[in-house]
């Protein structure tokens, strides 16, 4: 069974960092999608960053526009780990964030095909 918890939320003060972490387990990790989405009061989720299981996909890593330059995505298969540097954080990037794990994710989409995701981590920015 396809399992993931996030970690590493909390508040913080805007142009301030956060690194978020997504603990994998049941699941070959190396061979899934990752994705870091977030859900902001009386917003839709949205996809914020994204990463391919695999090398030479054109459109990975994926980032949001409004994070891009800000925030990094990695993974370490090794260790079935998935973080999210967030950098320069800002009032507007509070919102409650998930990592998903998927046989195939879009981050433009909002997808998480065959796959799972976490419970979520609060991250407020103070301005």
């Known amino acids: 069974e396809v399992h993931v918890v996030e970690s590493g939320g909390g508040l913080v003060q805007a142009g301030g960092s956060l690194r978020l972490s997504c603990a994998a387990s049941?699941?070959?990790?190396?061979?899934?999608?990752i994705g870091w989405f977030r859900r902001a009061p009386g917003k839709a989720r949205e996809g914020v960053a994204c990463i391919s299981r695999g090398e030479g996909s054109e459109d990975s890593p994926y980032y949001a526009h409004s994070v891009k330059g800000r925030f990094t995505i990695s993974r370490d298969n090794a260790k079935n780990t998935a973080d999210l540097q967030m950098n320069s954080l800002k009032p507007e990037d509070t919102a409650v964030y998930y990592c998903?794990?998927?046989?195939?994710?879009?981050?433009?989409?909002?997808?998480?095909?065959?796959?799972?995701w976490g419970q979520g981590t609060q991250v407020t920015v103070s301005s």
């Open positions: 049941g699941f070959t990790f190396g061979r899934y999608d």
């Open positions: 998903a794990a998927g046989r195939s994710i879009s981050c433009r989409v909002v997808s998480v095909y065959d796959g799972s």
